[in-house]
């Protein structure tokens, strides 16, 4: 009976952000990360990672989406039946990406009508879901937000990773579309235009041309698909606990 | 004609998950052994082919200029197909935890999570976009569904014989079944273009 209630004063004395609180936000990064481990999100991850600049602005508006939706979730989960509790979440699922688009549709107009289907298909999104399920539902709102903030970035870091290498190998650029635009490599006569200027006017690159070509495999999703087993592959293979035994 | 021109095209030609790549994270995570793959196969067959004459019927009939409120509703879609497809999950989940509690245990999260499935919301946005009629969209479901089983039952058996292979021990299981599908879907590549139709004709 005394240790009941010891455990009960420490659990009040639980600080704000302790040591399971930075594992929360480190877990999905590398243990649990909702990509390579979890296998959630893969769809958008295929879909619009072919340049960086949108799958940058896709994690952001994910990590926002799952952080927010968790926590309202967590605040709720007391009151919503076991058997509706799919439509609930959905319609708060909803309600925030239709307001994130309309936040990005006001302040950033060029890259919401690039965007528009995969904002919209946030909802579909199984780590929201996912994370709504699995975890939102059996913890305290504190915890469940910095949960979502961990797996967004878990989910933005492996798609900026696949985006910087489709968009390098299958168009020679980098941002592509944002200020910050970097031409990398590609043939062009103009001084200046890449930083690696693959056509040459004069000697054998006269005849040949450029002997640098952009590899349209990279720009269709099955190249996401060999990307993402590449990167389990190399994960796993520093990260020794998650090899498949089975 | 029509029924079976659709039905081939979207089970075989234009399969959800390999040609657009839809449904991709319960193909991958569930795929492990046959067993589970045909249970979540069949649920999804029989997910898309209820909610794709439901959601016709919203659309032509609720939603649109000559539906019953003579106003266009459209922007409404996404919450009412979501919401028919949610209820229709819930549904299929209760029925499988009441007759299947061993398919109910080895689904588990992934049962609720077609709910999210991109291949069903996808699958009713694909059928308003293309202008489906009502049979079309009864074909669409059933096909498109039946496209969904057999990918996943075919990886399902594939990575099943993977198991007796000498595949690098950081690739086994997720990361091989990622290259899989890749190889999966360029030789599904192969097979867009061909119309049915068209063949049909000649």
Known sequence: MAEATVKEVVQEKEPLFGKKEKKLLTDPLNDNNPITVQVLGICSALAVTSLVYPSIVMAIAVTLVVAFSNLFTSLLRTYIPKQVRMIVQ????????????????????????????????????????????????????????????GNGLGYGGILVIISIIRELFGKGTLFAGSPAALNIIGPSNEINKYWINTASSSGFGHWVGSWYFNNNLMVLSTASLFIIGGIIWIHRTYNKKLVDIS | MD????????????????????GMCSYLAVSKSIKTAFGLGLAVIFVLGITMPINWVINEKILGENGIFHTDLTFLRFILFIAVIASMVQLVE???????????????????????????LGGSLFMVSREYNFTQSVAFGLGGGFGWFLAIVAIAAIREKMRYSNVPAPLRGLGMAFILTGLMGIAFMSLMGIDPAALAGK
Do not use: H
């Open chain 1, 90 to 149: 959905l319609v708060i699922i909803a309600t925030l990406v239709t307001v994130v688009e309309l936040i990005l549709k006001a302040f950033n107009y060029a890259i919401w009508k690039q965007l528009s289907v995969f904002i919209g298909l946030i909802i579909t999104n199984c780590i929201v879901m996912g994370r709504l399920e699995a975890f939102a539902m059996a913890n305290k709102p504190w915890r469940s937000f910095l949960d979502g903030i």
């Open chain 2, 3 to 22: 029924f079976i021109n659709v039905f081939i095209k979207s089970a075989f030609i234009e399969n959800l998950v390999l040609a657009y790549f839809l």
């Open chain 2, 94 to 120: 209760l029925v499988i935890e009441k007759f299947s509690p061993a398919l109910y245990t080895s689904l588990g999260i992934f049962l609720p999570l077609i709910t999210v499935n991109c291949a069903i």
